[in-house]
């Protein structure tokens, strides 16, 4: 009866290290930011910031599944990609130039993740 309940013990305790030591699996989400004509924007910051809710999250977890916005800069050619984990995204662009500028994503693992994101000049400047 002890080694019975002692294997149970040791059984729940490598399933709940297995289960804490896995990550989420992450994916590419790419894009180009561009002007209404269709010239693309280098030097923008693109954040993805990941639409969660506490109640999304496991019991116990006070909010960790839910990561802070990850940031990157668009390069030469106005493209960024940041890894994120799937689910559902708020992308935002901001720049010294443009008006900020959100979208709303929804970043899977089967399929490629790739957006276009049109953002317009802040008070009539040149890009």
Known sequence: MALRRLLIVLLAVLFTATAAGQERTRVALSGTVVDPSGAVIPNARVSAMLNCHCSDCPPGD???????AMSVST?????FQVS???GSYTITVS?????TTSVQATVSAEEVNHLTI???ARGGRAY
């Open 62 to 68: 006070d909010c960790k599944c839910c990561p802070g």
């Open 75 to 79: 390069n030469e050619a106005g493209e």
């Open 84 to 86: 994120v984990v799937p």
């Open 95 to 99: 720049g010294a130039n443009i008006e």
């Open 118 to 120: 049109t953002v317009k």
